[in-house]
């Protein structure tokens, strides 16, 4: 019997991608965050299709409601505008704080209470956002948390298949997999059809226009 994998699956075009790398050689556990970020409706709408989809052996929504209470991130705070312009500091106003290790932790005890020996994550260091989260050495140091902070005989590897892809490339892989990109949302905002103006959706339609290929979600500006 194959291994069991738990991906982390936002419903994003990184995570729709990951999920089906993950498909190729591993049993899928698939799990999803809603911590009060603005596009909560529509992440979990998507989620729950993709779960539709890929078919996983099992599927859990975790809830962090103190994310929202905290705030301190345009992606989740009613006071903070999500910016359509890149900002000039190193660290945009969406990165949310420590929101990968939180995550990781999560999956980490999930992980070893159901017997899955890899953690999918589709953090990307070539074009994403400058989060610090995102990066090889923090998923170095975490890797080395988990060998710490489990149970000796508990063998747990974090795996990250498309951290130094563009987003071109993870768009390549994609079609080639057959990611259902269609059922995928990476818009910031909260609209029925997907912004266009945000950096994440600027992302998205870059890296479709450069592989080559049309994306399946609608626009309001394309």
């Given at each position: 019997m194959k291994e069991l994998?738990?991906?982390?699956?936002?419903?994003?075009?990184?995570?729709?991608?990951?999920?089906?790398?993950?498909?190729?050689?591993?049993?899928l556990a698939l799990l999803h965050f809603q911590y009060g970020q603005k596009a909560y409706k529509k992440e979990l709408e998507c989620f729950q299709k993709l779960v539709e989809f890929f078919k996983p052996e099992k599927a859990e929504i975790i809830y962090l409601p103190f994310f929202k209470n905290w705030g301190g991130s345009s992606l989740i705070s009613n006071e903070m505008e999500i910016p359509e312009k890149e900002e000039e500091e190193e660290i945009p106003s969406t990165y949310?704080?420590?929101?990968n290790a939180i995550?990781?932790?999560?999956?980490?005890?999930?992980?070893?209470?159901?017997?899955?020996?890899?953690?999918?994550?589709?953090?990307?260091?070539?074009?994403?956002?400058?989060?610090?989260?995102?990066?090889?050495?923090?998923?170095?140091?975490?890797?080395?948390?988990?060998?710490?902070?489990?149970?000796?005989e508990t063998k747990i590897k974090i795996e990250t298949p498309i951290i130094n892809?563009?987003?071109?490339?993870?768009?390549?892989?994609?079609?080639?997999?057959?990611?259902?990109?269609?059922?995928?949302?990476?818009?910031?905002?909260?609209?029925?059809?997907?912004?266009?103006?945000?950096?994440?959706?600027?992302?998205?339609?870059?890296?479709f226009k450069e592989a080559e290929v049309k994306d399946p979600i609608p626009y309001q500006i394309s």
């Open positions: 994998a738990i991906v982390l699956l936002s419903s994003g075009m990184d995570s729709a991608v990951c999920t089906s790398i993950a498909s190729q050689n591993y049993r949310v704080a420590f929101r995550f990781l932790s999560i999956a980490t005890a999930w992980a070893e209470i159901i017997g899955a020996t890899k953690i999918f994550i589709g953090v990307n260091q070539i074009d994403f956002s400058g989060y610090p989260d995102c990066r090889s050495e923090f998923i170095e140091a975490f890797q080395k948390a988990i060998s710490l902070g489990t149970k000796p892809f563009s987003k071109k490339e993870i768009v390549k892989i994609g079609i080639k997999l057959g990611t259902p990109f269609h059922l995928t949302w990476s818009c910031y905002r909260e609209t029925e059809v997907a912004c266009g103006k945000c950096a994440s959706c600027k992302l998205r339609l870059k890296a």
